[in-house]
Every structure is written in structure tokens, then in C-alpha cells.
């Protein structure tokens, strides 16, 4: 019995010897392999191009000067992984925040405020415990001019002996007094690769 758990013990050190170290990637230099699932990069390269796009169509350029307050709204997940969309959203809103034209409100959102802070900090006026100057006033909160929704599709082909994995990322900013789309943008990432490479 003791031989035998040595041996487990000595395998198990031998499998542990052959495998990569954990190490950090530098994303701005990563050329290791690439998935057939979506990875980060392909949300970099999504919200780069939607941003750019955006930037240079002026359609958040405000003609009134100052920032358009900007709310995100559903982006549906049409793929056949489970995606956290925040990660494509928030590389957007950094980036047009960055860029002075847009300011994003988190009082407000389809399943409620993103922040619930903004309505619990109102509920302390009339507190008797808090100094009433610092409490936020009626009033005060900003509603959105624009909203951004979108999907994201995914389409997998056989092409030859491989297979062939499409996503396309689908964005519309909507100006909000109108109901009209402003501006709409669309970024294929197509990847191909081994048939029993997993894409889901």
C-alpha cells in the first residue's frame, strides 16, 4: 500500500514538473494561441472599432457643447457561450468617457439603477442623523440623452476540414428625444480552425 501511494505521489510530481509555470500575459503583446470562443481581445477589438467609429461619425459630438449622458440598455447574448456583456460595455464606456464626448449614467438601467447608491444616499433626507447640507438634494440626478443596445451572434460553418466560428457584435446608440439610431456599427470576428476545437 505504501509502495503504491509512493508511486501516485512520484506520477502526480512528474505531471506537475511538465506543466507550464502560471505566468502574466501582457495584453497588448499577447500572440499566444487563439480560441475559437471569444477571448479578451476580440472584446478589445469590438469596442476599439465601435468606439473609433463612433468618435469619427460625430454622432457624439454634442452641438451644445459639454457631454451627452449616455446609458447602456440590453446587449443580448445570441452565442452559444455564456458571455459577460459587461466586458464588451464597459471597454466602450472607458473609452468614450476618456474621450470627453460622453459621460455614462449608472442611476438608471433596465433592471434598475446600476449603482444602487444613487437612490439609497436620497433616502436620507430628513435623517436626523445626517447632516442634512451633505445630502443630496431633489432633482439633482441627470437623465440619459442616449442609449446603447446591441447583440452579439455567433455562426459556425464547416469549411473543408475545418470549421469555421463567425461573431458579429452589433451596436446601436440611440438618441433618446427621437427614438432614432444615431449611429450603428457592426464587427465581424471570424475565426477557423480544427473541428474539435471547442467553440461554446
Known amino acids: 500500500m505504501l509502495i503504491r501511494a509512493l ?13 507550464a509555470p502560471a505566468r502574466y500575459i501582457d495584453p497588448a503583446a499577447d500572440d499566444g494561441p487563439v480560441a ?13 472599432d465601435a468606439v473609433e467609429d463612433m468618435l469619427s461619425s460625430g454622432a457624439v459630438d454634442n452641438p451644445n457643447g459639454g457631454r451627452y449622458i449616455m446609458v447602456v440598455s440590453r446587449i443580448t447574448n445570441d452565442t452559444m457561450q455564456r458571455i459577460d456583456t459587461d466586458q464588451l460595455t464597459k471597454k466602450i464606456r472607458v473609452a468614450l468617457l476618456r ?4 459621460v455614462t449614467t449608472t442611476a438608471v438601467g433596465l433592471d ?6 444613487n437612490m439609497r444616499a436620497r433616502e436620507l433626507r430628513d435623517s436626523e442623523e445626517f447632516d442634512q447640507s451633505g445630502v443630496q438634494r431633489k432633482g439633482t440626478l ?3 440623452d442616449m442609449s446603447l443596445s446591441g ?3 455567433q455562426r ?6 475545418e470549421q469555421q466560428v463567425e461573431y458579429y ?8 428625444a427621437s427614438g432614432l439610431a444615431v449611429w450603428e456599427g457592426e464587427t465581424p470576428i471570424i475565426k477557423r480552425g480544427p473541428n474539435n476545437s471547442v467553440s461554446w
Request: charged content about 25%; overall charge negative; proline content about 2%.
Open 7 to 19: 508511486a501516485i505521489s512520484v506520477s502526480l510530481a512528474v505531471l506537475a514538473g511538465c506543466a
Open 36 to 48: 475559437m470562443t471569444m477571448d479578451y481581445r476580440d472584446f478589445e477589438k469590438a469596442a476599439t
Open 99 to 102: 474621450s470627453g464626448k460622453v
Open 112 to 117: 434598475g439603477a446600476e449603482d444602487e447608491m
Open 142 to 144: 441627470q437623465a440619459p
Open 151 to 153: 447583440k452579439i451572434l
Open 156 to 161: 459556425n460553418h464547416k469549411v473543408g476540414k
Open 169 to 176: 457584435i452589433q451596436l446601436s446608440l440611440t438618441e433618446l
